[in-house]
T-cell receptor
Framework: AQSVAQPEDQVNVAEGNPLTVKCTYS??????LFWYVQYPNRGLQFLLK??????LVKGSYGFEAEFNKSQTSFHLKKPSALVSDSALYFC?????????????FGRGTSLIVHP | SAVISQKPSRDICQRGTSLTIQCQVD?????MFWYRQQPGQSLTLIAT?????????ESGFVIDKFPISRPNLTFSTLTVSNMSPEDSSIYLC????????????FGPGTRLTVL
């Protein structure tokens, strides 16, 4: 079975500072990895994904994520946080083979950016 | 990408009644998913609804309680039957292309409160 762990319920960062939201995964075969963001009272929005190729993936709103196969991690990063980045962030994994093509979502991490 | 609308956006219902949630997509899509989400928490997949076949339910969810229709490639409904307060949640519709490497697109959600 595939799974995703987001070890932090909440991440606090000051505006202008770099941010990291952590995600580790477990899957049979090669993973497909996703980050989604959910702003208050809204549905989830796709941010970025890793399928294959370059381990550093760039996405919407200045976010990027680095795929690390040896550590089975896919941490979300941004060099300079904005107050408007405050939201709930979900990591998800699906499998290319040997697992489910339907993504499994992590429990979510609440990002709070302080002015 | 796909634009998804859901109706109603919110409702307050009495226990023992049923509510049907509609999901409309602006393009034809193969896969549609129904999720449940407690505010600020992770997503729980209820079922996958592919056009032309019966919905596939996840463990803990049954067709009698959550009947799903998928009459065409742009529309689906989820009914929450014989509701109890435990059914109070946000219900999300999402769509995706075939293949685990494709991201999902989510509707804005239906916030259901059962009294």
């Amino acid at each position: 079975a595939q799974s995703v762990a987001q070890p932090e319920d909440q991440v606090n960062v000051a505006e202008g500072n770099p941010l990291t939201v952590k995600c580790t995964y477990s899957v049979s075969g090669n993973p497909y990895l996703f980050w989604y963001v959910q702003y208050p009272n809204r549905g989830l929005q796709f941010l970025l994904k890793y399928i294959t190729g370059d381990n550093l993936v760039k996405g919407s709103y200045g976010f990027e994520a680095e795929f690390n196969k040896s550590q089975t991690s896919f941490h979300l990063k941004k060099p300079s946080a904005l107050v408007s980045d405050s939201a709930l962030y979900f990591c998800a994994v699906s499998a290319s083979s040997g697992g489910s093509y339907i993504p499994t979502f992590g429990r979510g991490t609440s990002l709070i950016v302080h002015p | 990408s796909a634009v998804i609308s859901q109706k109603p956006s919110r409702d307050i219902c009495q226990r023992g009644t049923s509510l049907t949630i509609q999901c409309q997509v602006d393009s034809q899509v193969t896969m549609m998913f129904w999720y449940r989400q407690q505010p600020g928490q992770s997503l729980t997949l209820i079922a996958t609804a592919n056009q032309g076949s019966e919905a596939t339910y996840e463990s803990g969810f049954v067709i009698d309680k959550f009947p799903i229709s998928r009459p065409n490639l742009t529309f689906s409904t989820l009914t929450v039957s014989n509701m109890s307060p435990e059914d109070s949640s946000i219900y999300l519709c999402s769509v995706g292309l075939a293949g685990g490497y494709n991201e999902q697109f989510f509707g804005p959600g239906t916030r259901l409160t059962v009294l």
